[in-house]
């Protein structure tokens, strides 16, 4: 789903966010060096938050078998509130260690359906 591309991108803006930032700014005959410091770990501890909230929100929760494929829903996809009156408690929360195996009922037919079966 992309993890390793946004984790990479993380990392990214972090080190541009930090070093390079801090290499531009540095100058030790300034006075307010220390609160420029300051001011640059917190952008980079703010950035590193938003993008591991991110990763958080977008995290792959149930891995559905639909009876011909496996398709991936992702936490963001879902509505906490309706994920809540889910039947089956398992699956009234999101997983913290992963993704959830889960499958598809197939559809039930009527006994004098049009409908044939395959």
Excluded: C, W
Aim: hydrophobic share 55%; aromatic share 6%.
């Amino acid at each position: 789903m992309g993890g390793g591309r946004l984790a990479t991108l993380i990392v990214g803006v972090d080190m541009a966010l930090g070093p390079l930032i801090t290499l531009i700014i540095f100058d030790t005959r300034k006075k307010g060096l220390v609160y420029d410091l300051a001011v640059v770990v917190a952008i980079q501890l703010g950035a590193l938050g938003y993008g591991v909230h991110t990763m958080f929100a977008a995290r792959p929760a149930f891995i559905v078998f639909t009876g011909q494929e496996l398709a991936v829903i992702s936490a963001v996809d879902i509505d906490e509130k309706k994920l809540a009156k889910a039947k089956i408690e398992d699956f009234r929360h999101f997983s913290l260690t992963g993704p959830v195996l889960v499958a598809v009922a197939p559809p039930m037919i009527e006994k004098n359906s049009p409908i044939l079966p395959l």
